[in-house]
């Protein structure tokens, strides 16, 4: 099973900061890689697929990077909607796995 | 436009079984690719199984044996038969995709399941 570990835990940061959210895989998942937002009381919402595609919709203050066993979700500029949970996913290989999660909070 | 609501959820006692059904629309699940993730209150994420456009299907390993996932193509749902449920399997459970056996593009709002005597 590959082990997604994601840093930090929580991000303390203010409106219009960046935010710089990491997450590591045990084993290589080539380009395999999908960035989750889930605010409380709702499901998680794709962001990213694929490393760094973004998903229709999602604004282009979020990007993302990296291969192999590093990524980086990057959010140029936090707009107040954007505090939030934030988790990776990977779909190279089975069991799909999921990181615990990085909270960027006010 | 794709929507997915679950429902079946609730609290049963360790042993016993539940049904959860997610109902599809905007799409037909005979075609497509349905998933169940669960989340543990306060918890991450768990990808616990999926049934594929061609109807094959997957379980992580905790759940094999136990939970069964199925689809009803006339009424376009997707089943999630748990059985011998543990106080583990306490979460909120979300179905979610439909066109990505892989990323999971849309959700449901979940459902509770809690597990306790």
């Known amino acids: 099973e590959i082990v997604l570990t994601q840093s930090p835990a929580t991000l303390s940061l203010s409106p219009g900061e960046r935010a710089t959210l990491s997450c590591r895989a045990s084993h290589s998942v080539g380009s395999y890689l999908a960035w989750y937002q889930q605010k409380p009381g709702q499901p998680p919402r794709l962001l990213i697929y694929?490393?760094?595609t973004r998903i229709p919709g999602i604004p282009a203050r979020f990007s993302g990077s990296g291969s192999g066993t590093d990524f980086t979700l990057t959010i140029s500029s936090l707009e107040p909607e954007d505090f939030a949970v934030y988790y990776c996913q990977q779909r190279s290989s089975w069991p799909r796995t999921f990181g615990r999660g990085t909270k960027v909070e006010i | 436009e794709v929507q997915l609501v679950e429902s079946g959820g609730g609290l049963i006692q360790p042993g016993g079984s539940l049904r959860l059904s997610c109902a599809a629309s905007g799409f037909t699940v005979s075609s497509n690719y349905i998933s169940w993730v669960r989340q543990a209150p306060g918890k991450g994420l768990e990808w616990v199984s999926i049934?594929?456009?061609?109807?094959?299907?997957y379980y992580i390993d905790s759940v094999k044996g136990r939970f069964t996932i199925s689809r009803d193509t006339s009424h376009n749902t997707v089943s999630l038969q748990m059985n011998s449920l543990r106080a583990d399997d306490t979460a909120v459970y979300y179905c979610?995709?439909?066109?990505?056996?892989?990323?999971?593009?849309?959700w449901g709002q979940g459902t509770l399941v809690t597990v306790s005597s």
């Open positions: 694929d490393a760094s």
């Open positions: 979610a995709g439909p066109y990505n056996p892989n990323y999971l593009d849309h």
């Open positions: 049934i594929y456009s061609d109807g094959s299907t």
